[in-house]
């Protein structure tokens, strides 16, 4: 069945450090994967997403990679700041029919003055 | 453009009352997608529209909930008779294509 799971519930990491959030997903016929951020009392805002073709995208201060033989996702945010603490959830979804957003559990991510 | 605007924000209501939670999606997004986000669940989909069209109703929990489109800018979904279990946070979403949703601030609700 479809599931997207994520390894670790909570994070924490001192402000300027880099973090990662990891991410597994179940449904090898999964080809977009996207990363929100929740912050308390808002809706997810997407942060960014990779296509199964690629195994790397890079935005502002946000890396993703896709592993597609291990059926890992990941979220680096470099040089964090006190503006990054929030959920973070990966979530994946298939281009081709009418299959839905699936979203994982969440990880929970505090930065540390 | 203002994004996904939802209303309310906040609902109390009892055990037994109709609820009514309301979305404006961002205009031109041809999908809109309802989902609710609990501790233990986590965001589920309950339901989502194309073209103003219910493509997927299977996450609805059961005949208590519905949930209608009557135009490209308006979405209702309608809790009869709410229970407590229905507490949650429930989100709307629109996109463009089935791809990035954009999502609204969520309505919170709490049946007492």
């Known amino acids: 069945g479809e599931s997207v799971g994520l390894h670790l519930p909570t994070l924490s990491v001192q402000e300027g450090d880099n973090s990662i959030i990891n991410c597994a997903y179940s449904?090898?016929?999964?080809?977009?994967f996207i990363w929100y951020k929740q912050e308390s009392g808002k809706g997810p805002q997407f942060i960014i997403d990779?296509?199964?073709?690629?195994d790397k995208r890079q935005g502002q201060r946000v890396t993703v990679l896709l592993n597609k033989t291990v059926k890992h996702l990941s979220l680096q945010i470099a040089a964090t700041q006190p503006g990054d603490s929030a959920v973070y959830f990966c979530a994946e979804n298939k281009i081709q029919g009418a299959q839905k957003l699936v979203f994982g559990q969440g990880t929970r991510l505090t930065i540390n003055p | 453009d203002a994004g996904v605007i939802q209303s309310p924000r906040h609902e109390v209501t009892e055990m037994g009352q109709e609820v009514t939670l309301r979305c404006k999606p961002i205009s031109g997004h041809d999908y809109l997608f309802w989902y609710r986000q609990t501790m233990m669940r986590g965001l589920e989909l309950l339901i989502y529209f194309n073209n103003n069209v219910p493509i997927d109703d299977s996450g609805m929990p059961e005949d208590r909930f519905s949930a209608k489109m009557p135009n490209a800018s308006f979405s209702t979904l309608k809790i009869q008779p709410s229970e407590p279990r229905d507490s949650a946070v429930y989100f709307c979403?629109?996109?463009?294509?089935?791809?990035?949703?954009?999502f609204g601030s969520g309505t919170q609700l709490s049946v007492l």
């Open positions: 990779i296509r199964s073709n690629m």
């Open positions: 979403a629109s996109s463009p294509l089935n791809e990035k949703l954009f």
């Open positions: 449904n090898s016929a999964s080809d977009y």
